[in-house]
């Protein structure tokens, strides 16, 4: 018996163990210190259902042996250009967040394939050079979008009539499309059948697409480049691929992300979505080197849990609304344990 929990103990990791256990005494301390269940059930699940396809983002550079996507904020530029544009071009209800689809895709692939060429040409720098690429590629956007000639007047700054405002509002265009969206209410849980559903189906598409023969060549690379291009395989070829998806992915992310949210959020917003992403990836079981759609669900998970449930119930432990104060430390300590985690993966 002793021998069975120290090898579980040892597969699944102490520390995450831990975390899960917190998460556990969470949800069990919530109705004692009178948080409503229910209500934080709900924040959770919506919070998975937001997040999950930015984590699934991480999958495809990682197998491919480019490492955790620490550009990410590329992609989600490509969404919220996307979505803004949806907007500026007169879209309303569901169509609006179709089209963000649409108009969003070119921009992440094109973005993706420069992305992709930059990391071929730096192999084994990869993840420092995709902060960099992240880094930048906000700090532009912040100047572009005071530049770009939008005109929808419940998008740009009044008194200026020009340059996009910090927060956009998407009521009365896809605020909720996917939430609400077949969306199963037990008692005061309410589950966003719609946005879990499209989860879902890339989570199974992305299963699918790496035992393909593409896929399998994709995580040859990934494993030892070496031997796949001895074996005929154009390892810039798949890489860029695998940079490609996971852009596309994180355009696709964001916008699953605002619908729920219910605001495009632009400026230096993409700047904070990247760290999470890529510690709930760590947190549910990944390395640099190998990922799992079981570790985008787990991670994502624990970490939307701990951030959802720790700052609601320390609350109504101490009577003191240090909320805010309580999920930056909360997401903050999870990030730190996970980027130390990479480092010792990696050595």
């Not at 229910?38 to 997040?51: E, G, H, L, Y």
């Not at 989860?199 to 299963?207: D, I, K």
């Not at 494993?223 to 890489?239: C, H, M």
């Amino acid at each position: 018996m002793k021998a069975k929990l120290a090898s579980f103990v040892a597969s699944f990791g102490l520390p995450r163990l831990i975390i899960t256990g917190f998460l556990l005494a969470l949800f069990i301390l919530a109705p004692i210190v009178g948080v409503d269940l229910p209500m934080q059930i709900t924040n959770v699940i919506n919070r998975f259902s937001w997040n999950a396809i930015l984590v699934l983002a991480m999958v495809p550079m990682v197998h491919s042996g480019c490492g955790l996507n620490f550009g990410l904020p590329l992609g989600i530029i490509s969404g919220l250009l996307g979505a803004t544009l949806s907007l500026e071009f007169g879209f309303t209800g569901p169509m609006s967040f179709v089209m963000a689809v649409v108009i969003s895709t070119p921009f992440a692939l094109v973005l993706g394939m420069g992305y992709g060429a930059l990391l071929n040409r730096i192999k084994g720098g990869e993840m420092m050079i995709a902060t960099y690429v992240g880094f930048s590629s906000v700090s532009f956007m912040c100047m572009m979008w005071l530049l770009l000639p939008y005109h929808k007047a419940d998008m740009v700054w009044g008194l200026a009539g020009k340059g996009l405002r910090t927060t956009i509002s998407l009521e009365g265009y896809y605020d909720k499309v996917l939430s609400n969206f077949l969306q199963i209410n037990i008692g005061k849980i309410s589950i966003p059948t719609g946005a879990l559903l499209l989860f879902a189906l890339l989570a199974v598409a992305m299963w699918a697409f790496l035992h393909t023969k593409t896929g399998t060549a994709m995580t040859a690379v990934g494993s030892n480049p070496t031997f796949a291009k001895a074996a005929g395989i154009k390892v810039d070829k798949i890489r860029m691929l695998s940079v490609v998806m996971s852009t596309w992915l994180a355009a696709i992310g964001i916008l699953v992300y605002e619908q729920g949210f219910g605001f495009i959020q632009l400026y230096m917003a993409p700047f904070y979505m990247a760290l999470p992403a890529v510690s709930a990836i760590l947190i549910g079981g990944a390395s640099v080197n190998k990922a799992t759609i079981v570790n985008v669900i787990l991670g994502t998970l624990l970490f939307q849990g701990i951030v959802t449930m720790t700052p609601t119930v320390m609350n109504s432990v101490i009577h003191t609304d240090m909320s805010e104060v309580i999920r930056v430390i909360a997401s903050n300590g999870m990030i730190l344990y996970a980027l130390t985690r990479r480092s010792e993966v990696s050595r």
